[in-house]
């Protein structure tokens, strides 16, 4: 926390940061600790291979496996003598683009997430449409048309009961004749 606060005061509230150029004295201190975190790992993909080699040697000696093994400890070693390699082209470009992962969280996720952003703003759109105006609007037309039923004579009261009553009978035969 204190670091990324002394970052962002230097970078951002003071203005540009002094450089400050200093040689290193621990440059083979790092190329040590670095060498042995590499060794340490590749140590530990080999644990499996040394722990149960009956395995391997039953399934019988392959020399495509030993030649791919053989290359892939050269290429360590080479990498512990000159760690830096010029440049190799198209690989170089994909490794100093860091496989190009940025550029997908970029453009790929990040329209992704536009997209569905948009889709969930127009569903609550339509939520908070259907309920704070076609709801309330419905009922309130449902309430001036029974309104305009009640008019306090028994004589209309019994034609809506019978009416009624005739959609209820004609539903009920719909039901039994589709059964």
Do not use: C
Not at 10 to 37: C, D, R, W
Not at 134 to 163: C, F, H, K, N, W
Request: glycine share 6%; aromatic share 12%.
């Amino acid at each position: 926390m204190a670091f990324l606060a002394r970052f962002t005061s230097l970078n951002f509230v003071k203005g540009e940061a002094p450089h400050i150029h200093e040689e290193h004295g621990k440059y083979s201190l790092m190329v040590a600790a670095y060498t042995i975190t590499g060794t340490a790992a590749l140590a530990a993909l080999a644990i499996p291979f040394v722990l149960t080699p009956h395995i391997f040697i039953e399934a019988g000696i392959d020399p495509v496996v030993i030649t791919i093994g053989i290359v892939l400890w050269i290429i360590f070693v080479a990498a512990l003598i000159k760690p830096r390699v010029g440049n190799l082209g198209l690989i170089t470009k994909i490794f100093e683009r860091r496989y190009y992962i940025q550029a997908f969280m970029d453009v790929i996720l990040a329209g992704f997430g536009s997209i569905l952003t948009l889709a969930a703003f127009y569903i609550y759109r339509g939520i908070d449409i259907f309920f704070n105006f076609i709801i309330p609007d419905a009922t309130t037309a449902l309430s001036r048309y029974i309104r305009t039923i009640q008019r306090g004579y028994l004589r209309t009261y019994l034609e809506m009961i019978l009416v009624t009553l005739a959609v209820a009978i004609l539903i009920i035969l719909i039901i039994i004749a589709l059964l």
